[in-house]
């Protein structure tokens, strides 16, 4: 094992490469000749740059003659990824997106290429059924093979004992996006690197954004910003909708809406999935009778999306909804400002925080809010704790079974029938690593810089373990303090939809329609509430979904008084 690869985890095989026939397929005359209406023939000459990694404006280049090779630059030079002969095209998901490249495009022999840029890309993907599949199949596998390959020029340098090195884990991995990540205590080749662009162990956790730009602990934003992971947004545009938050209700109203033709814009403070994202498999939900975990279904969604042309951006918060006239208003964290005819509020809720003094000090160092590859990784045979007695408790003490030690998964209640899907109950119980600790709390964590024993406590006394790892999926609190006393609320802070305003929600500001709010709307017209930030909403993803696609009628509506 090599010096630069000593330390890190050994890569699966590529998938790419089972399915290189899709990945990189051959147009036929007939399907280019269709696609010339949508582009400009370009001449092309050896050596020239066609794109590069974190350019924008990128377009889809469809190989008539000559060839163009498809390289990722490393900090050990280039790695090339495939020739493109002719009928053959470059691009992949960032094209159709619309953000910047993460590969460089070369002409290797000069000829010619049609161009097509991201606006006539979307025509053809919306309207060519054939194109489509072809196009969108090529595009996401190639995707998934450079995520796959764990190389490039963004490199995560950081530690298994920062929380900050998680959280950059966390967001990278759940947004697709390729990167390379070093771990200073295992890695022999991370010293250098720190050396080389003039940043100590003391400032990780790290990103080299581009082979060129060292970021110290980067905020989600700036992460995002650096990478061109977003599609450059008009301010100044009023949009026919804007969905805030990009779970499974949020994306399914997105899908639905920019499907129907509206000009839809979708606003993510982290990743697409929401709280369903982190689940690890979701096997209730229809038309997955082999489960997909929650990144996966999520991915899929956010590709749908952006196929009929909703433009979706990360680590974008909204802080602040203006609703005091039409159009409304939302501020951003990075104090942009974006406006809309009509808003669906999609924040969807969190996981309640256990009332425990110095439970802040260990989140990312031992306490988690999701199970997924990421966090798995970290607890690898060993025991951990799942607090919590709902499905995604219940995917994640399942989950985690299959690499740990042991999982103790503590409840308050007397048992799991009443709030778990019986399937996960049945795996549960059939678990031999798996136990179940019913009225029982957590009462003390306890460590040093990270996580290392546990206190719980139940009818029968308190126990103490050297557990350093806990996943915490205990009740809802919903994410609507942005909202501002724009829209009723309930007694919890869930928004109030539909039956079940009442007079006295919608007196404070004046409803101004004749007709009752619809399902789903507010106590202000045209703003809409959906998923599991909506007082009564069943919690499940397919009822998320649901919501999310239902409630885009509603909008058509408001938009035409």
């Known amino acids: 094992m090599s010096a630069e690869t000593e330390g890190r985890e050994s890569s699966p095989p590529n998938p790419i490469e089972a399915r290189w026939e899709q990945a990189f397929p051959r147009l036929t005359l007939a399907q280019i000749a269709r696609l010339e209406a949508h582009g400009k023939r370009v001449g092309t000459r050896k050596g020239q740059i066609l794109a590069e990694p974190g350019e924008r404006h990128r377009t889809m280049l469809v190989v008539l003659s000559g060839s163009v090779e498809i390289v990722r630059p490393g900090l050990a030079g280039e790695e090339l990824i495939v020739v493109h002969m002719p009928g053959q095209f470059a691009g992949e998901m960032s094209t159709l997106r619309g953000a910047a490249s993460v590969v460089r495009a070369r002409v290797r022999e000069e000829g010619e290429v049609l161009a097509i840029d991201s606006e006539h890309l979307r025509a053809i993907v919306q309207t060519d059924a054939e194109l489509s599949e072809i196009l969108m199949r090529a595009f996401i596998l190639r995707r998934v093979g450079l995520i796959a390959s764990r190389s490039g020029d963004v490199i995560l340098i950081g530690s298994s004992h920062s929380a900050g090195t998680l959280r950059l884990q966390q967001f990278l991995t ?5 990167y390379v990540s070093i771990d200073v205590e295992r ?28 970021l110290k602990n980067p905020s989600n934003g700036e992460l995002a910003a650096c990478l061109g992971m977003n599609p450059q947004i008009d301010d100044a545009k009023v949009r026919d ?49 082999t489960g997909i975990s929650g990144q996966a279904l999520a991915g899929r969604a956010l590709v749908q999306a952006q196929k009929f042309g909703a433009e979706v951006t990360v680590a974008s918060s909204a802080v602040r909804l203006r609703c005091e006239q039409r159009p409304y208003e939302i501020d951003l964290a990075d104090a942009r400002v974006v406006r809309a005819r009509v808003i669906v509020v999609a924040t969807g809720a969190e996981y309640r925080q256990l009332a425990l003094d110095n439970l802040e000090r260990f989140i ?51 048992g799991l029938a009443d709030s778990m899907s019986r399937y996960l109950v049945r795996r549960i119980e059939e678990s031999p690593n798996i136990t179940l600790h019913t009225r029982t709390q957590v009462s003390a964590l306890e460590g040093g810089t990270r996580l290392e024993r546990v206190t719980w406590r139940n009818s029968d006394g308190a126990e103490t373990r050297e557990i350093g790892h806990v996943f915490l999926m205990t009740g809802a609190v919903p994410n609507t303090r942005w909202l501002q006393g724009c829209v009723a609320l309930d007694e919890k802070g869930f928004v109030r939809t539909g039956s079940d305003l009442h007079a006295e929600d919608l007196a404070p500001v004046q409803w101004p329609h004749a007709r009752a709010p619809h399902l789903f709307e507010t106590s202000r017209p045209g703003i809409f509430a959906v998923g599991d930030v909506r007082c009564g909403s069943t919690k499940r993803v397919a009822a998320a979904v649901g919501e999310g696609s239902a409630c885009v009628q509603l909008v058509h509506r408001v938009l035409h008084e």
């Not at 080749?189 to 003391?202: E, G, P, Y």
Request: aromatic share 6%.
């Open 241 to 289: 909708l804007v969905v805030i938050g990009a779970g499974p209700a949020g994306l399914a109203a997105a899908v639905y809406g920019a499907s129907e033709g509206l000009d839809v814009l979708v606003l993510e403070t982290s990743a697409p999935g929401g709280q369903a994202g982190s689940s690890s498999k979701i096997e209730n939900y229809l038309g997955f009778p």
């Open 174 to 178: 759940r947004n697709a996006f390729p």
């Open 187 to 214: 890695d022999p080749s991370a010293q250098a690197l720190l050396d080389r662009f003039h940043v100590s162990a003391d400032d990780i956790p790290v990103v080299l954004c581009r082979g060129e730009t060292m």
């Open 364 to 414: 990312g160092v031992g306490v988690y809010y999701a199970a997924t590859p990421v966090e798995s990784r970290l607890c690898k045979d060993e025991e951990v704790i799942v607090v919590g007695g709902g499905n995604s408790a219940g995917q994640a003490a399942v989950f985690l079974a299959g690499g740990c030690r042991h999982v103790h998964v503590l409840v308050r209640s007397d």
